[in-house]
């Protein structure tokens, strides 16, 4: 049996352990919004945001693992956090995918925003190569 002492600390560890995934989550969806209004600064801060939030739950979960156990429902909650990182990454990808091919369609090698220049301010081929990328 655990002393009351035991029992305060395993409580307030969950507590914080609860805000921890409550911050991912809310994280996820202030990028998300980020992403849909195509704002890149608030992106970018939203990103970081996260990161750190998710930083910072998967260290309590560590520690509330190690000092009794992590409830199921917090134990799922992050999984689906994470399971919606990697959605966004993907999208992300397959953005930036889309984006790489319309500026390959765009901007054929030869043209001046593409060429690259030498320290002596001499033109050399670009190594990105033209043409369609899949």
């Known amino acids: ?28 969806r202030a990028l998300h919004e980020a992403l849909r209004e195509r704002d890149a600064p608030a992106v ?3 990103a970081d945001e996260l990161l750190q939030a998710l930083e910072t739950a998967v260290r309590q979960m560590r520690t509330a693992a190690r000092h009794g156990g992590v409830p199921t429902e917090l134990r799922l909650r992050l999984a689906r956090a994470g399971a919606q990182v990697a959605q966004q990454r993907e999208m992300l990808a397959r953005a930036t995918a889309a984006l790489d091919r319309a500026i390959d369609l765009l901007l054929p090698d030869d043209t001046p925003l ?8 001499l033109a050399r081929p670009s190594p990105r190569g033209g043409g369609f990328r899949a």
Request: a negative charge.
């Open 1 to 28: 049996m655990l002393s009351h002492r035991a029992e305060h600390e395993a409580v307030a560890r969950l507590v914080e352990l609860d805000a921890s995934v409550g911050a991912v989550e809310a994280g996820l």
């Open 44 to 46: 970018s801060q939203q």
């Open 114 to 121: 593409t060429r690259l220049y030498d320290a002596q301010g």
